[in-house]
């Protein structure tokens, strides 16, 4: 759902260009720019000739856009030029779309930066699909998010780790955070339900339930944060199931776990920014809008290298 371009620097010397190439990208849409090569930012405003009042946007753009970039880790050679170097590496590692200023090998993923628009079908990408309810199917959907993202919440209301069909999902999600990362937050997001015929779990079997079916899974020396929250008085029900990080959202529609039914099917959308900043702020302490009841803290038992947590693509 989140897709890396290749954006040859020297096609942001053309105002009207760089501000809507620049603009149309970030994980709510569905696009992420390539660190191609490594010190991409400074390769793109050392060749800026845009003068005046506009430069100064430029530079601060370029400077402010961490969250609209990812981590190329491709071979670039000084010998050759950006557009070989990016069409050399899309036969190793592809690229969903390279944007250049010219094409001279019409090579099928080169877009011309200045002809883009939704019209053009690699840069049409869907910011939602329809994704069998299998544990492997939905967590990939958020393996691009997850590899880049240092602070994760994982929300769903109904999670039970009794459960396999919520651990495999679980297990497939925490592959992708630790795949090609440490992240510096990691949280699952749960609904304390209040019920007379089936009362909620006391702390402390709560606690040994997490820990006993959650460690496991989690590598050896990292933690999570297990939240339960509760409903207040006239306000939201916690609901909705999603993944959230400091780059975006995605939004799951039936929910996180698998279904047993080959036929099932859910929507899993990226969630537009507005949307995202406040579901952001709903699972923070200082900006709530729910009660919180209890917060755990799981440690990781899984002895296993972070090479094993890679999963083919």
Not at 34 to 41: A, H, T
Not at 103 to 111: D, G
Request: hydrophobic share 35%; with cysteine; proline share 6%.
């Amino acid at each position: 759902m989140i897709h890396e371009f290749a954006l040859d620097p020297a096609c942001l010397n053309n105002w009207p260009t760089f501000k809507y190439v620049i603009d149309q990208c970030g994980v709510h849409h569905g696009r992420l720019i390539s660190r191609f090569p490594r010190r991409w930012q400074k390769e793109a405003i050392s060749r800026c000739i845009i003068e005046g009042v506009k430069r100064t946007a430029v530079v601060e753009k370029l400077r402010n856009m961490e969250h609209k970039l990812i981590n190329s880790n491709r071979n670039y050679s000084s010998e050759r030029d950006w557009l070989e170097n990016a069409e050399n590496q899309h036969e190793i590692k592809f690229f969903h779309a390279i944007i250049s200023c010219e094409n001279p090998r019409n090579h099928e993923k080169v877009l011309i930066a200045e002809d883009i628009d939704e019209t053009i079908e690699l840069w049409n990408v869907p910011r939602e699909k329809i994704v069998p309810r299998k544990a492997y199917d939905l967590a990939v959907c958020a393996r691009s998010l997850l590899n880049v993202s240092k602070e994760i919440m994982m929300i769903d209301p109904h999670f039970n780790p009794e459960l396999p069909r919520f651990r495999d999902t679980f297990s497939h999600i925490i592959n992708f955070i630790f795949e090609n990362n440490k992240p510096r937050r990691c949280e699952l997001h749960v609904e304390y339900k209040e019920s007379i015929k089936k009362p909620p779990l006391p702390l402390d079997i709560w606690q040994e339930r997490c820990q006993n079916y959650l460690s496991p899974i989690l590598p050896e020396g990292s933690q999570l944060r297990v939240f339960r929250w509760k409903e207040k008085p006239g306000g939201d029900k916690p609901h909705a199931r999603y993944i959230l990080t400091e780059r975006g959202g995605i939004r799951y529609d039936y929910g996180l776990d698998e279904s047993d039914d080959e036929g099932r099917t859910t929507d899993v959308s990226l969630l537009a920014q507005t949307v995202y900043e406040k579901r952001w702020k709903d699972y923070q302490k200082e900006t709530a809008a729910y009660d919180p009841l209890d917060e755990l803290l799981i440690q990781g038992l899984n002895k296993v290298t972070m090479d094993s947590f890679s999963t083919p693509r």
